[in-house]
């Protein structure tokens, strides 16, 4: 077992320095082509404001946790069933890390535009520019998009081209929000109208009322949330304290205890989609990416 553990190590140590030797991916490449799936999981990768993590990056890390949990986990239990549902856990685990990062993040960012559409509402009806009125954001916005604003007044000065800064922008922010006020920004670079002011001042009295409401629904729907969610955790946690013991999983290193493992795993699969599926509130996709 030593030697396993040893050699796994080794081999994941290889594989760091192998994967150390590639250029990370640019920011939003790979993102917009493949499959449906793909494409949610690059969303949800920028949502959650991981500029250098790429879907194979993260791909790879599943692979890894799922081969690394699956030999600790037979190692403990003797049992390949059990040891093929907790590395299914594990393999599963970098993605729930990321889409949990997302939705935190989100929620932040959720009180933070109508701020950032007010600021540019201010810049631009005392007569800044456009870019200007973007690129001040790194200085007078709020803390956690600054970063992204500032990259945008760097990429301006240095290539002069608005409509590709916002392009890089609008993958930065991996918002929705910030896709509708960028868009909105590039039609009035382009088409010009009086009535920009107008529709900035009408979006941040949306976004604060939506703000608001989100936030009570979530506030009241919590407990049960979380509750269904133990409820979910709870069998496996069980599993796992007896897989300690051999003389108590040996039943399911046998046929008919691996379907049972498997049917298990697949009601609580259903269960948590089920469960997340109805108490879930709309999220907005970027139609607009």
Same mark, same amino acid.
């Given at each position: ?59 790879? =890390? ?152 989100? =936030? ?74």
């Amino acid at each position: 077992m030593n030697g396993l553990l040893v050699g796994l190590l080794l081999g994941s140590g290889l594989f760091l320095v192998w994967w150390s030797c590639w250029e990370p991916e640019p920011p939003g490449s790979g993102r917009d082509g493949g499959p449906h799936w793909l494409r949610r999981l690059g969303d949800d990768i920028a949502e959650a404001g991981y500029e250098s993590l790429s879907t194979r990056m993260l791909l790879t =890390a599943c692979v890894i946790a799922f081969a690394f949990v699956f030999l600790i986990a037979y190692a403990i239990s003797s049992v390949p069933a059990i040891a093929f549902c907790f590395a299914a856990m594990a393999g599963y685990a970098p993605v729930a890390l990321v889409r949990m990062r997302a939705r935190k993040r989100r929620a932040r960012l959720r009180d933070l535009w109508p701020d950032v559409v007010d600021n540019v509402t201010s810049a631009v009806r005392a007569g800044m520019a456009l870019p200007e009125a973007l690129s001040q954001l790194a200085v007078r916005g709020p803390e956690e998009l600054r970063p992204a604003f500032a990259a945008f007044g760097h990429d301006y000065r240095t290539t002069g081209r608005f409509t590709e800064c916002l392009d890089l922008l609008k993958v930065r922010l991996g918002d929705p929000v910030g896709d509708r006020l960028v868009e909105s920004l590039r039609i009035a670079r382009e088409v010009g109208g009086s009535d920009l002011g107008h529709l900035l001042r009408t979006l941040s009295q949306f976004l604060r009322e939506d703000a608001r409401t989100r =936030a009570e629904l979530e506030a009241r729907q919590s407990w049960t949330v979380n509750a269904a969610k133990l409820a979910c955790a709870a069998p496996w946690i069980v599993l796992a304290m007896l897989s300690t013991r051999p003389e108590a999983v040996a039943a399911y290193s046998t046929r008919t205890g691996a379907l049972i493992l498997a049917f298990g795993a697949v009601l609580s699969v259903v269960a948590y989609r089920v469960m997340m599926r109805v108490g879930r509130l709309p999220v907005e996709d970027r139609v607009l990416r």
